[in-house]
């Protein structure tokens, strides 16, 4: 299948804290190899949540004229 190019922008995705709904999540230990979980803890409050394949923040990118 050949190629095709566009052009995207970058954008930075956060999570809010659960239980505090205030701090952001950051990952705070590695990926599990095996689960794919990755924990997280939050800036503010320091509650710990774990999320599968995602770190938090992150940067994804989105079509140059698509909403984020």
Request: glycine share 8%; hydrophobic share 30%; net charge negative.
């Amino acid at each position: 299948m050949p190629e095709i190019k566009r052009e995207v922008r970058p954008i930075e995705v956060n999570y809010v804290c659960d239980a505090c709904g205030k701090g952001m999540m950051v990952q705070c230990g590695p990926m599990d190899p095996h689960s794919g979980d990755i924990e997280h803890s939050c800036l503010i409050c320091d509650h710990r949540q774990t999320f599968q394949w995602r770190p938090y923040p992150r940067i994804d990118h989105i079509g140059v004229n698509e909403k984020s």
